[in-house]
């Protein structure tokens, strides 16, 4: 079989950070071109837009969107068009109705739409899955704490609207809750803190539920300085299930049973080409939806200015 010609679109930190190493390490496909307007790598062929190289008409599979959420829905309807497969960072857009049309695209081009949600490839998530695929969930507790000007130096768009604020990290845990827990949940009450010179909340208050009447509490917070955390609690009648550090460790009780170096991109990447290869696509949308309720539902709270530096 010959290798997936991919283009990256979008040069920034996690395409240079965990796509352009993964792509080099999976098999089947291969980086063929960038489209960035002020980033490129040597060696690679390079356009300022997703556009030029579309006219190009370059032998490009496959594109990876590694571009802000705002931005998304045009690039991958446009590649969708002319026939490429694509791949969409989390999350998939800026809102979620602009899915569907992508959905259906590629669905009538016959072309793989994959939207990709990095933290469920992280290595505790299936275990957490299981075993708690026939426990009695009693509680769970969400804590995902992080320095935003640590991991988000810069980058103006994420404080913009549909750049989501808190929820861009927030979503990942989201994303992992929605695969682990055996039952859907739904939102009860929100409270969305907005720094007064920003369009987008530095931390949250979430409590969703279930059809069991399940209490499940959700706190996202960018403010948090020194150790970060990235962890879900969940009390079962079988003991605690903590999966900590965004889902590599996994604790029951006293007892480790997860403790691994992530290897998220590396299986997102072989899950595209294997979803290509069956000429599938991969879109669920729960843990955007969960966000867009918060923003229906949240009440708003004004707090200090974010000054970045
Ligand atoms: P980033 O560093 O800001 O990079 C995004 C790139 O997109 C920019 O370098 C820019 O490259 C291009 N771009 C095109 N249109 C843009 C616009 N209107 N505004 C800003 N940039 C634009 O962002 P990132 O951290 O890589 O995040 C990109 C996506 O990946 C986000 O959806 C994010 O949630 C997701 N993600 C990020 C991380 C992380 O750790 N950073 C982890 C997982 C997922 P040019 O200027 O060269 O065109």
Known sequence: MTAIRLAIVGLGKIAR???????????????????????????????????????????????????????????????LKAGKHVLLEKPPGATVSELEPLVAAAREGGRTLFATWHSRFAPAVEPARSFLSNRQIK????????DVRVWHPGQSWIWEPGGLGVFDPGINALSILTRILPRPFFLTAAELSFPSNRAAPIAADLTFSDVTGLAIRAEFDWRQTGPQTWDIRVETDAGLLVLSSGGSRLVH?????????????????????????????????????????????????????????
């Open 17 to 79: 950070d965990q796509h352009i190493p993964s792509i080099a390490a999976t098999e089947g496909i291969e980086l063929a071109a960038i489209a960035s307007r002020n980033a490129s790598v040597d060696g690679i062929a390079h356009f300022a837009t997703l556009d030029q190289l579309l006219a190009d008409g370059r032998d490009i599979d496959a594109v990876a969107l590694c571009v802000p959420p705002q931005v998304r829905h045009a690039q991958a309807a446009a590649a």
């Open 253 to 309: 009780d006293d007892r480790t049973l997860v403790d691994e170096k992530q290897a998220e991109y590396r299986n997102i990447y072989r899950r595209f080409v294997e979803l290509i290869a069956n000429h599938e696509s991969d879109v669920d949308l729960s843990p955007l939806v969960h966000v867009a309720d918060a923003f229906m539902l949240g009440r708003r709270r004004d707090v200090e200015p974010f000054i970045e530096d």
């Open 139 to 146: 509680s769970v507790v969400i804590e995902w704490k992080e």
